[in-house]
Each structure stands twice: as C-alpha cells, then as structure tokens.
C-alpha cells in the first residue's frame, strides 16, 4: 500500500534521510527503530506530508504523494500521530478530537467515529468536555491518536507513542495500537523502545544516520550481534 522510494530529506545544506526505501502492505504494522538523531521523525513527517523530500517518490494504493501539497495527505487515508502528541489544551478533549474529522468523509461519520474512539479509550468518555491540557500524559497521548482514529486513515502513523509515558501506561497504549491494528488500519511505528516495537511489528526497518541498514522480521533481527547489543541491551550469551 504505502510504496517509499529512495526518498532523500534535507535540512538546509544538511542531509537527513539518504536513499531511503520502505513498504507497508494494506492492513500491516510495521516499524521503524533506530538511534537518536537517526531521522526517525522526519521519515514519518515526510510520509505524513509535513516535510518535503528532495529526490525519491512516495505512494499510497498507487497514488502518487510525492509532490502532493500537505494538506492533501489526510484527505488520501494519511493520519499521524506526532511526536509530543500537539493538542490544542486550551480546548476539550471533544473539540481536539472534532477537529481529527475535518474532511469531508471523515465529518459525514463523526458520530459513529466519536463513539468508536470513546469505546476503545473509555478513560476520555468523561473528559470529553475537561481542557485537553488538564489531562495526564497517558490520558493526552490517547486523546492524540483518537483525534488520528476520527480522520478514518488507511494508514497510521506513530511517532515515539510511548515518550514521556511511565511503563505502565505505554503497556496500555501498546495494546490499544494492537488493538487498532487488529481493526484493520495499517500502521508505521517510529520507536525507541525496540524491544516493545519488535513485539508488535510483523517487519522492522532499522535506520542509522538517515540510511536503512537492515529490513527483516523481528524474529531474524532478534538473532544479528549488532541489533541485540545496540538496541536490545542483549549479548551473544544472553537469551
């Protein structure tokens, strides 16, 4: 479904992401691991529309993003759900989450799309008039990928969901992706948290210094030397 082909980011004079090529088939959750500082983020935003790339192609079901304008995104089944979640906190968990079903399909079934989110996260069905920003983190990260959820998008896109949260909560918000998954929404997971986004992906993209260095399932990442000492703290002994 979604098709990224040797796209190049730049900042500037600098570049960011190099040559860079990824797949996510209809209904499949993938995700992206990777250092700090590796361009993580920007693969998502340039994905999501919010940053533009220098060279390469992107498509979604065949239609080509390249060069599509940002607002465009949402409108072709594209929602994100960007790092630091962005609510608008002086305004209520209901109108943050109205504004997710902007476009014109998603509006025509914002009743049905309010209900289905309030039902998959039942902690926001009583904070649904309280100011976003008087939340708990994990109570904003969830109204976040609601508002996502309301735009109705055949691909979803998580940038770090479990920043800032305490492991308890990221256990949840974990489940609730899984579960969205399970749905049916195809997913592209940008993660720190390898061990936890390993879990959950069906294939996993490993990016350093702006370039893919491995592709594999989690199972064959697991088994390289260098993915468990970097990124999963294990050692050749370890099991």
Same mark, same amino acid.
């Given at each position: ?22 797949? @996510? ?5 993938? &995700?992206?691991?990777? *250092? ?15 940053? *533009? ?20 995104? +949402? ?28 476009? *014109? ?12 989110? +309030? ?6 069905? #009583? ?13 904003? /990260?969830? @109204? ?7 735009? /109705?998008? /055949? ?31 195809? @997913?592209?997971?940008?993660? /720190? ?14 990016? #350093? #210094?702006?370039?893919?260095?491995? &592709?594999?399932?989690? #199972?064959?990442?697991? =088994? =390289? ?15």
């Amino acid at each position: 479904m979604l098709e990224v082909r040797n796209v190049e980011v730049k900042y500037g004079a600098a570049t960011a992401l190099r040559g860079v090529s990824i797949d @996510v088939a209809a209904g499949e959750l993938v &995700c992206v691991v990777g *250092p700090n500082g590796a361009g993580k983020s920007t693969l998502i935003n340039a994905i999501a529309g919010l940053h *533009p790339v220098a060279s390469g192609t992107m498509s979604l079901a065949g239609r080509d993003l390249t060069r599509l304008a940002p607002h465009r995104f +949402c409108a072709e089944g594209i929602a994100i759900v960007p790092e630091g979640r962005r609510l608008f906190t002086g305004m209520s968990v209901r109108e943050n989450l109205m504004l997710g079903s902007y476009i *014109p399909k998603a509006r025509a079934a914002r009743g049905a799309s309010l209900d289905r989110v +309030c039902a998959l996260f039942p902690a926001l069905t #009583e904070k649904l008039d309280a100011p976003a920003g008087a939340l708990s983190g994990g109570q904003q /990260q969830m @109204v976040a990928l609601a508002r996502a959820l309301m735009a /109705q998008p /055949q691909l979803l896109l998580l940038d770090e969901p479990s920043l800032g949260l305490s492991p308890l909560i990221v256990q949840s918000m974990f489940a609730m992706i899984e579960r969205i998954h399970g749905d049916g929404v195809a @997913v592209l997971l940008v993660e /720190q948290n390898v061990a936890l986004a390993l879990g959950l992906a069906s294939r996993a993209y490993v990016l #350093e #210094e702006g370039t893919i260095v491995a &592709c594999d399932t989690p #199972e064959a990442l697991r =088994q =390289q030397p260098h993915i468990r000492r970097a990124y999963l703290g294990m050692t050749d002994a370890t099991s």
